[in-house]
């Protein structure tokens, strides 16, 4: 099994950027499509990206749209969301998340990934 750990996360003031960081090991990630997920206080967990295999294929939630970009280096088993553009709704828990399976349709509902990073706390100031 694959263990992740996630990293990056911090306080920034609105308009900022942060990059976290998704650490594989166990397994090869090349192995897992992934994906970031955050979760707010008093809020449920939401879809925030999703890359495929070799990154060929990613997705995004229309809230981070044009503002996060996922991207990953299977030769480093490493894993990134850059977020730039920081807004104070964009606070939360972010998890990095990998399953093996992938129907094409599905990137998006986090109980059909089956591995989880602990989480790392963003939060953006106004």
């Known amino acids: 099994q694959v263990q992740l750990v996630d990293s990056g996360g911090g306080l920034v003031q609105a308009g900022g950027s942060l990059r976290l960081s998704c650490a594989a090991s166990?397994?090869?990630?090349?192995?897992?499509?992934m994906g970031w997920f955050r979760q707010a206080p008093g809020k449920e967990r939401e879809f925030v990206a999703f890359i495929s295999w070799r990154g060929r294929s990613t997705y995004y939630a229309d809230s981070v749209k044009g503002r996060f970009t996922i991207s990953r280096e299977n030769a480093k088993n490493t894993m990134y969301l850059q977020m730039n553009s920081l807004k104070p709704e964009d606070t939360a828990v972010y998890y990095c998340?990998?399953?093996?399976?992938?129907?094409?349709?599905?990137?998006?509902?986090?109980?059909?990934?089956?591995?989880w990073g602990q989480g790392t706390q963003v939060t953006v100031s106004s």
């Open positions: 166990g397994r090869t990630l090349g192995e897992y499509v």
């Open positions: 998340a990998a399953r093996r399976t992938y129907s094409g349709t599905d990137y998006y509902n986090g109980e059909l990934y089956n591995f």
